[in-house]
């Protein structure tokens, strides 16, 4: 089996889906793995490094040629696949709801897409999930970016000098990404607070060593909620998190959002109003801004300004931290390879009828096949 690696192409895209480990694990397997030159480039990792774990070396054509499987970060664009045969396996993250047309072309080529942030939240998928591994990162990276941007200390310090005081960090969504927010927000000193309209979180975010922030007068989700994740709030609820909000975040330094309603744009949660209420000086660092943001006035790519207050809308956080990134989502996919490995034909076979195969499979024999993007 032939596993071509290509040189990721989305502007702001800094990660690789292989790195010199997970080429030998493949290797290991009885895989041959073929890399496109400069792959590994973003994510410091040079071409021999990938030679001297046994991979060779390409241009992307000459990996793409005999290629079984297809891996990337971002799904490649369909006309940038030089000679790829119908029936090869293309696996990345493929974003189906903000580009169908790149599935349905897909499809057309009778390509086999393996959508991997449609990986099933199961025990059995948790080493294969590559949402919960880069999100983490981003979470870290979010506090990171916040504090840079502050530009002044987290913890509280009692000097000869006098005192400085804690910052106050408020983190909204207490999913993978916020979690790793509040910890190491934590570890740098800031006195945290934390929402989130899943009942569960609250025991999390305790657990850590923040106080939970909760809307009380109306009920949220019920525990984890369907699948870990949350759905849009009814605007009974929306409207008490609103009022629940605007008397916390003004006393707040940093907050960092993270919320995410999958399939859908991401809800909203700070107002121009709430920002204005903030003292000058403050910043917030929307996580969500790729998904339309949570945050009025944040702007994609960039660092906005509204009343003094800095909004940090770093596109794709992930990749700002890529060696970490492209180290755990390469993991994520060998572990995935290895799961349906077959020893004996020395390639992955994948029933039709796994769980997780049927998870992440969109389109196959010229066909959309996924339920969720039926009709
Ligand atoms: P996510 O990225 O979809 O969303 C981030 C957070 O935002 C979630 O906690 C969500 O509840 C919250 N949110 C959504 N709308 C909100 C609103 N209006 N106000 C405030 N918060 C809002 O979430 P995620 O990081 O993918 O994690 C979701 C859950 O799945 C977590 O409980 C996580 O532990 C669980 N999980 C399970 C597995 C597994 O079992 N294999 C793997 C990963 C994550």
């Known amino acids: 089996m032939k596993i071509a690696v290509l040189k990721e192409t989305a502007a702001n895209e800094q990660r690789v889906a292989a790195t010199p480990e997970t080429v030998k694990k ?8 073929a890399i496109e030159s400069g792959a590994g480039a973003g994510a410091r990792i040079r071409d021999e490094d990938y030679v001297a774990a046994g991979a060779t070396i390409g ?7 005999g290629a079984h499987m297809v891996l990337g970060v971002q799904g490649p664009a369909p006309d940038d696949l030089p000679g790829i045969a ?17 599935i349905d072309a897909y499809a057309a080529a009778g390509l086999i897409g393996y959508a991997m942030e449609f990986m099933p939240r199961t025990t059995r998928a948790q080493s294969m999930d590559v949402l919960s591994s880069q999100s983490n990162l981003a ?14 200390a987290f913890p509280m310090m009692m000097t000869a000098a006098g005192t400085i005081s804690a910052a106050r960090l408020f983190v909204m969504g207490v999913g993978v990404a916020g979690l790793q927010a509040i910890a190491t927000a934590r ?17 999390q975010i305790e657990s850590l060593g923040a106080k939970a922030i909760f809307v009380e007068k109306v009920a949220g989700i019920e525990g984890e909620g369907a699948g870990g994740y949350a759905t849009e709030m009814s605007d009974e609820y929306k409207a008490a998190q609103a009022e629940l909000v605007s008397s916390h975040i003004a006393k707040q330094d940093l907050v960092i959002t993270t919320a995410l309603i999958p399939g859908r744009p991401a809800p909203r949660l700070i107002t121009d109003a709430q920002l204005a209420s903030m003292r000058p000086g403050s910043v917030v660092v929307d996580l969500a801004v790729d998904s339309g943001g949570n945050v009025e006035g944040a702007v994609a790519g960039q660092i906005a300004e509204r ?6 809308g770093h596109s794709n956080p992930a990749s700002r931290m890529a060696p970490d990134a492209s180290a755990l989502y390469s993991r994520n996919l060998f572990n995935m ?19 997780i195969v049927k998870g992440i499979k969109l389109t196959e024999g010229g066909k959309i096949v996924h339920e969720r993007l039926a009709g």
């Open 26 to 33: 493949l290797l290991g397997l009885g895989a041959a793995v």
């Open 59 to 65: 241009a992307r054509a000459d990996v793409i040629g």
């Open 86 to 102: 119908a029936g090869t396996i293309v696996s990345a993250i493929l974003s189906p709801f903000n580009d169908r047309a790149k």
């Open 139 to 152: 979470g870290y990276k979010a506090v990171i970016d916040g504090a840079e941007a502050y530009g002044r």
């Open 187 to 203: 570890r740098l000193g800031a006195l945290v607070s934390a929402t989130d309209v899943r009942s569960a979180t609250r025991e």
């Open 307 to 312: 009343h003094g207050v800095k909004i940090i």
């Open 337 to 355: 390879i290895n799961a349906f490995w077959d020893k004996e034909a020395k390639a992955a076979v994948w029933p039709a009828d796994d769980d």
